[in-house]
Each structure stands twice: as structure tokens, then as C-alpha cells.
């Protein structure tokens, strides 16, 4: 029960961070972006192979009414828990906007200053403890990448998220 208590706890977290997608921009920028399923991105054998642990496939996909980021949680049989969140936005341009107010928000939310992560997506950042979340910019898409009980996260969830934007639209 605690465990699935702490995975909504890290999916809710996830949506906070990455937020809900915003109205259709109407400025040049505009692209047709799509929702993108993590599930179908990531398998539990990509996460195996990044954490070490032995994880099943991910619960999870896009929500139907298409609001709010696309989510999808992994268990490991020792009970660690890695969570991944893809919000598309109407441009390029709106999600470099909200992805860096979020960042410049962390601070107050975590109490701790984001950690630069470089040569990932189109720029990213790395919330440790007690958030332990990889947050990233590719393009449209903001991506978040969290684990709990898996330690040295920043290296686990950046292999992740390589794999996650290797497949990415």
C-alpha cells in the first residue's frame, strides 16, 4: 500500500513539475504536436538496463481527454519506482517558456537550486533530493524522468531519457 501510495505521490509530483499543456499558441512558431505515450517509448527492459534492478513493463499512457501530461510508472521487484511524464505544447517556443519558469520556480518548491545537465534534449536540469527528478526540453515536449529508491538517479534517469528522446517524434 505504501508503494502505491509513494507512485501517485511521484505521478503527482511529475504533473506539477512538467504541468498541463497550454492553449494553442497562435504565433509562427506553431507546430502540430502530438501526445506521446512514454509506455511505448520506454519498455521495462530499458529501465533494467539503466538501473540495474529487474522492472516490469510500465502502467500508464495518455490521459483520454488529452489534458495533462502523458505518464507511465515502473515497479522493480525490490520495490523502487521510476516514473516518466511528457507534456506536448502548442510550440517550440511556449515550452522553452514554461519549462524555464519552472525551473526558475524550483528553488522555492524544492528549497534547493536546479542542477545544469548538459549534451540532453534542448536543455536539462536535475532536481536531487527529495524530488530526484531529470527535467528536459525537446523541442514541443517537456519530459520529466523521476525514480525513488534507486540510488545515483541523475545517471539512471539520463540513460532513460536518451532512450525515451532516441524514439521521440
Not at 79 to 92: D, K, L, Q
Not at 136 to 148: A, D, K
Request: overall charge negative; charged content about 20%; hydrophobic content about 40%.
Amino acid at each position: 500500500m505504501q508503494k502505491l501510495v509513494l507512485a501517485i505521490g511521484v505521478l503527482i509530483l511529475a504533473t506539477v513539475i512538467v504541468g498541463c499543456p497550454a492553449a494553442d499558441s497562435s504565433d509562427d512558431e506553431s507546430i502540430e504536436t502530438v501526445a506521446v505515450n512514454p509506455c511505448e517509448l520506454v519498455s521495462g527492459d530499458h529501465v533494467s538496463d539503466a538501473t540495474g534492478e529487474t522492472f516490469g513493463d510500465g502502467t500508464g499512457g495518455v490521459p483520454p481527454s488529452g489534458l495533462g501530461p502523458a505518464t507511465c510508472a515502473f515497479t522493480s521487484t525490490d520495490g523502487s519506482f521510476v516514473s516518466i511524464a511528457i507534456s506536448p505544447r502548442a510550440s517550440a517556443a511556449e515550452a522553452a517558456e514554461i519549462f524555464l519558469e519552472s525551473k526558475d520556480r524550483q528553488p522555492d518548491i524544492a528549497g534547493t537550486d536546479p542542477q545544469d545537465v548538459t549534451d540532453l534534449g534542448d536543455e536539462a536540469y536535475y532536481m536531487g533530493d527529495p524530488q530526484n527528478s531529470l527535467l528536459v526540453l525537446s523541442g514541443p515536449y517537456e519530459i520529466s524522468v523521476s525514480m525513488r529508491g534507486i540510488e545515483d538517479s541523475l545517471t539512471q534517469e539520463t540513460q532513460i531519457a536518451e532512450t525515451l528522446l532516441a524514439s521521440m517524434p
